[in-house]
T-cell receptor
């Protein structure tokens, strides 16, 4: 158990809909990272927050947004969903604000868009 | 463009049959190379960090090595429980914008 909690574990929704994925980082970690993993694209970095502020941005679509709340949990919002958005979405956390290999991943949220 | 390429995509071995996984990279400013293990339906789990060419790290049946252009993950006498996807990532970029860049992974299957 990494200590990073993600909900929901599985989600099936229709194209055009909007979903919210939730992440609670490990106790004491201030950084939260969001990743997308699909079969054909591997692990893609989406966005990082540190102590409530956006720290780094990767290949995140404009239809996607995220935020980190004062209690440090984070939410990833995916809107106008397309079939190609079906993937496993990981949240990870670390102590510091820099990109860090010592990051701890949650078990992911499986999103299926039908 | 910074890039990480892993090969092969998949590798099937018999229990006890040693082999190596490859991670080649092109990055503007390498600040480290990292290996992770990912089990099905789980997030990646950190294994090794390598910072300079010639460096080696070992853990049980795994040994990671680094050259200026690639890294190898050697697995010696593997067991079925070593079956997983092994991911390589590099920390690269400029001082103001550096990030982990991930390879697509090698799926390792060890048959008893």
């Amino acid at each position: 158990d990494s200590g990073v909690t993600q909900t929901p574990k599985h989600l099936i929704t229709a194209t055009g809909q909007r979903v919210t994925l939730r992440c609670s980082p490990r106790s004491g970690d201030l950084s939260v990272y969001w990743y997308q993993q699909s079969l054909d694209q591997g692990l893609q970095f989406l966005i990082q927050y540190y102590n409530g502020e956006e720290r780094a941005k990767g290949n995140i679509l404009e239809r996607f947004s995220a935020q980190q709340f004062p209690d440090l949990h984070s939410e990833l919002n995916l809107s106008s969903l397309e079939l190609g958005d079906s993937a496993l979405y990981f949240c990870a956390s670390s102590v510091g604000q820099g990109p860090n290999p010592y990051i701890y991943f949650g078990e992911g949220s499986w999103l299926t868009v039908v | 463009e910074d890039q990480v390429t892993q090969s092969p995509e998949a590798l099937r071995l018999q229990e006890g049959e040693s082999s190596s996984l490859n991670c080649s990279y092109t990055v503007s400013g390498l600040r480290g190379l990292f290996w992770y293990r990912q089990d099905p339906g789980k997030g990646p789990e950190f294994l090794f960090t390598l910072y300079s060419a010639g460096e080696e790290k070992e853990k049980e049946r795994l040994k990671a090595t680094l050259t200026k252009k690639e890294s190898f993950l050697h697995i010696t006498a593997p067991k079925p429980e070593d079956s997983a996807t092994y991911l390589c990532a590099v920390l690269g970029g400029t001082d103001s914008n550096y990030q982990l860049i991930w390879g697509a992974g090698t799926k390792l299957i060890i048959k008893p």
